[in-house]
């Protein structure tokens, strides 16, 4: 009964076998989309925070003050030194008379503002960082610039920002993490369920010779199989589930300060990431489901 590997023979086998036992190929299957759209979900609202919480990184700067002896001439001249502090993304100069308009811009009492000269301000330097977690360093770098005579910055909502994020992250990897341990699981044990089925043609293949690699094969082929075909009804299915929500938050005035992520740039990574997922559970839960029916 024993041959050499011949994959054409594994693939008919698989397939046939699909096929013959349908009713528990589709339950492998919906169980293989459920996980995976759980898992997915899971993945989505994390790279959604994570864009959410870096635009609201992004949109956070320090001001550094210039000393007020300095010009305008001078204090301009000095965003050249600004510019090449590590951890600076991008600098912006605001004269006396713009950091003025500002000041009065919404307040009820303009009009006695309107006696204040610019004077009273100084110029200075709105500046962005690339990391918010070397917030605290780049502004004592700034600080240090012959010229700038102090800075303002929210340490504590720069900590607040980046403590938030890291929660998400690992509360998100962890979900994912159980999430795929308990997938295969729940994969290993439909599969099993239905080789159970197939316990007294795997024994009489046993008894007349096959070795376990060239029964174990098929079932290999088959959960292959399963896995790529739930991976990529769980892909299509999410991806409409996601639009779906997705218009739902954008057309909601309540949730209007989310930002939801187009699907299409995100597409092809979950693509790839369902379509291993998924071959890999097929795999291991066929591996793993036939193990114990070759003990004859």
């Given at each position: 009964m024993a041959r050499r590997f011949d994959f054409k023979y594994y693939c008919s086998e698989g397939f046939h076998s699909i096929f013959t036992h349908g009713f528990m190929s589709f339950a492998a299957v919906c169980m293989i989309v459920a996980c995976l759209l759980i898992m997915g979900s899971?993945?989505?609202?994390?790279?959604?925070?994570?864009?959410?919480?870096?635009?609201?990184?992004?949109?956070?700067?320090?001001?550094?003050y210039v000393d007020e002896s300095y010009t305008e001439e001078q204090a301009q001249a000095l965003q050249s030194q600004i510019e090449a502090v590590?951890?600076?993304?991008?600098?912006?100069?605001?004269?006396?008379?713009?950091a003025m308009d500002d000041f009065r811009a919404g307040r009820e009492d303009n009009e006695l503002l309107e006696s204040l000269p610019d004077s009273v301000l100084r110029d200075r330097f709105r500046i962005h960082v690339v990391d918010i977690e070397q917030l605290q360093a780049t502004s004592e770098a700034v600080e240090e610039i012959t010229g700038i005579a102090y800075v303002n910055a929210a340490y504590d909502i720069a900590q607040g920002f980046v403590m938030v994020r890291n929660i998400a992250t690992g509360v998100a990897v962890v979900l994912v993490g159980i999430l795929a341990v308990v997938s295969l699981f729940i994969i290993a044990n439909t599969i099993?369920?239905?080789?159970?089925?197939?316990?007294?043609?795997?024994?009489?293949m046993k008894m007349c010779g096959a070795t376990n690699a060239f029964i174990r094969w098929p079932f290999v082929v088959e959960g292959m199989i399963l896995g790529l075909t739930g991976a990529l009804v769980a892909f299509f299915v999410q991806w409409g589930v996601y639009e779906l929500v997705a218009k739902a938050v954008i057309q909601s005035n309540g949730l209007s300060l989310l930002t939801i992520l187009p699907f299409g740039s995100l597409a092809l990574q979950f693509l790839l990431v369902f379509i291993v997922a998924g071959l890999l559970i097929g795999v291991v839960g066929s591996v793993l489901a036939i193990r114990k029916f070759l003990q004859v």
């Open positions: 899971f993945s989505l609202v994390a790279v959604n925070l994570d864009h959410m919480l870096g635009d609201l990184e992004a949109e956070n700067e320090f001001l550094a590590p951890n600076v993304s991008q600098v912006t100069f605001v004269t006396r008379a713009e099993k369920l239905a080789t159970f089925y197939r316990r007294e043609e795997i024994a009489i």
